[in-house]
């Protein structure tokens, strides 16, 4: 194959997979009695275990966050900019771990996976998720492993959620949480986006009540829709107005409803390719999770009490062309902390994305990260 043009990647990757026997009992009330863990690990555990980190993922997002896995790879790693030796997060110094979440597509033991108890595909009878049962799961993978202390968590977006949850369920288990681009629980207008979305999917004639994998088909419209309105969220207006103004694709107007201006065709392309890489019911399950998270619902709505049992250091960064998760949200995350008395760091960065903005590599962003992951790195002898 061709080599990659990254100095810095990791380079090619193999995912491992845990097969977990232990029955996981879910916040839903039921029990998955056996389930995989896909998961990928870069960079070297030092001498002592104390060097890792535990990526998070977001959304879409899965196992596979930096490095290729052959020469089908069309690109990296979905972090692959910020994961590295010598990048952001050094894996010259850090042993990196990330593990697809139960319910994620093409990875751990989902809605596509094999019911052992029916012979068929879990479907619609998968159960439904939270992030605090994603991170007993990953704890799981921590014992596996033989890591006593992460010495960071981090994640964006759902991720940042997740890293939030560790810090108050296993406080004694990580010295650093890392949360970019998240919010303490979603917002009435973002549980609407999601439900907006949803209800695209299920109400496509192909979803077959979630089992449109025995029907052999996919609810491509449903999810492509789904996606569609998604990205719009992940955008600022001002990165949508740059890119495409009121551009149009014959440079005339055709008065018709076909494709004729320029976010009209780049948002069907992204719809469409994302049909092909995502799973309609994994969609289902994670934008449930992201609406269920809310630390402070089991302590009367206080979060700096649900913050009560955090030991670790809190790094939060913002950025401010994020509207979907804006710098107000991660400010009520800051000051929880403060009010809780427990360590924390923010940073705002000025971008112009949107709440893609933390896959990129803006140099603030990174800057402030890796001088933040180094000072971690160096407590550990990293």
């Not at 309105?229 to 495409?244: C, N, P, Q, V, W």
């Not at 780049?266 to 934008?287: C, I, K, P, W």
């Not at 619902?297 to 030991?311: H, I, K, M, R």
Request: charged share 20%; hydrophobic share 40%.
């Amino acid at each position: 194959m061709t080599e990659r043009r990254d100095t810095q990647s990791v380079g090619r990757v193999t995912p491992e997979t845990l097969s977990v026997t232990t029955p996981l009992a879910l916040d839903c009330g039921k029990t998955l009695g056996a389930y995989d863990l896909v998961y990928e690990t870069y960079g070297r555990l030092n001498a002592d275990r104390s060097n890792a980190v535990l990526i998070c993922h977001a959304l879409s997002g899965n196992h596979h966050a930096a490095g290729w896995h052959d020469e089908t790879d069309a690109k990296p790693g979905w972090w692959d900019k910020c994961i590295g030796p010598g990048k952001m997060i050094d894996t010259d110094r850090f042993f990196v771990v990330c593990v697809a979440n139960l319910g994620a597509y093409n990875g751990s033991t989902g809605p596509g996976s094999i019911n052992p108890d029916t012979g068929r595909h879990y479907g619609p009878d998968f159960p439904v998720l939270t992030v605090a049962d994603w991170v007993r799961s990953q704890d799981v993978l921590r014992e596996h492993l033989g890591i006593s202390v992460w010495v960071a968590i981090v994640g964006g977006s759902l991720g940042g959620m997740q890293v939030m949850q560790w810090a108050i369920d296993f406080p004694d288990r990580l010295r650093h949480a890392v949360v970019i681009a998240s919010a303490p629980k979603l917002s009435a207008q973002n549980i609407a986006f999601n439900e907006i979305a949803r209800q695209a999917i299920v109400t496509d004639p192909e979803f077959h009540d979630g089992r449109y994998y025995e029907a052999g088909v996919v609810p491509r419209r449903g999810l492509m829709l789904a996606r569609m309105l998604g990205h719009i969220t992940y955008l600022s207006d001002e990165a949508m107005r740059a890119k495409f103004g009121r551009d149009l694709r014959a440079g005339r107007i055709n008065y018709g409803f076909d494709v004729e201006f320029q976010v009209e065709s780049y948002l069907r392309y992204q719809g469409e390719s994302f049909v092909t890489r995502f799973d309609a019911n994994t969609y289902l399950l994670m934008t449930k999770a992201l609406d269920y998270f809310d630390p402070a619902y089991a302590t009367g709505g206080s979060l700096a009490q649900a913050f009560a049992p955090v030991t670790a250091r809190f790094m939060v960064v913002s950025f401010t062309s994020d509207w979907r998760f804006a710098p107000a949200r991660s400010k009520e995350i800051v000051d929880a902390l403060v009010d809780a008395g427990k360590a924390v760091a923010y940073a705002e960065v000025a971008s112009d994305l949107g709440h893609d903005d933390f896959l990129l590599t803006m140099p603030h962003y990174i800057k402030t990260l890796r001088a933040y992951l180094g000072r971690a790195a160096a407590e550990v002898g990293a």
